[in-house]
């Protein structure tokens, strides 16, 4: 598939604003400010679940945790409530965010409100690039964040979590967990699925 120069505009733009994260995690040997690598790892999910995504969906993939780290957790409720309260607080601001950096790049009304609809995730069982979206995003979720989960939850409690997880996947989606190389804890509790 060819993209546009837009579309190398903006995700200049997309990595110049994730760079900015102060947190740094380490993958394959490497330091990378964490919303760079998450954009990047949500990307290639993209292209593995659908090799020939559309531009828009390339574009919602590399947004979809831009600039995280500017709506703390912490200013939420810490419960179940404030917890959603923040996940919806985040999609609006991840789509506003987009919306911005398309603009500045040069694209339109129509394909500025395609990626904020799947950063919103508004047709999320409707919409197949929705949905792939989706998949990838659970699919970072486990090879970036899991390890994490683990070593702050007890069992049960991630295994509730993966389960909510895999729930929102599709089967071309869950078919690719096997690629993601877990530690023995990710395995045992993977295994209970």
């Given at each position: 598939?060819e993209l546009s ?9 997309i990595d110049?604003?994730?760079?900015a994260?102060p947190?740094t995690?380490?993958y394959?040997g490497?330091?990378y400010?964490?919303?760079?690598l998450?954009a990047?790892r949500h990307?290639a999910w993209?292209?593995q679940?659908?090799?020939e995504?559309?531009?828009c969906?390339?574009i919602?993939?590399?947004t ?6 500017e709506i ?5 409720p810490?419960?179940?409530a404030?917890y959603?309260?923040?996940?919806e607080?985040?999609?609006r601001?991840?789509?506003?965010r987009?919306g911005?950096?398309m603009?500045?790049?040069g694209?339109?009304?129509?394909h500025?409100k ?7 995730k ?8 929705c ?9 970072t979720?486990?090879e ?7 070593a702050?939850?007890d069992a049960d409690k ?6 909510k ?9 869950k078919?690719?967990?096997n690629?993601?190389k877990f530690?023995?804890q ?8």
């Amino acid at each position: 598939m060819e993209l546009s120069v837009l579309y190398g505009k903006v995700i200049k733009l997309i990595d110049q604003a994730n760079a900015a994260d102060p947190v740094t995690i380490e993958y394959t040997g490497q330091q990378y400010p964490k919303e760079v690598l998450y954009a990047q790892r949500h990307l290639a999910w993209v292209l593995q679940l659908h090799p020939e995504a559309s531009e828009c969906l390339r574009i919602a993939a590399k947004t979809q945790h831009i600039c995280r780290w500017e709506i703390p957790r912490a200013e939420y409720p810490m419960n179940r409530a404030g917890y959603f309260k923040w996940r919806e607080g985040l999609k609006r601001f991840h789509a506003e965010r987009a919306g911005v950096l398309m603009a500045e790049a040069g694209y339109g009304t129509d394909h500025i409100k395609r990626v904020q609809s799947l950063n919103l995730k508004q047709q999320l069982k409707s919409d197949a690039e929705c949905q792939v979206l989706e998949d990838a995003l659970c699919l970072t979720f486990l090879e970036l964040g899991f390890d994490d989960l683990i070593a702050k939850y007890d069992a049960d409690k991630v295994l509730s979590i993966v389960q909510k997880t895999a729930v929102k996947m599709s089967d071309a989606g869950k078919s690719m967990i096997n690629r993601i190389k877990f530690s023995a804890q990710g395995q045992a509790i993977l295994a209970q699925l």
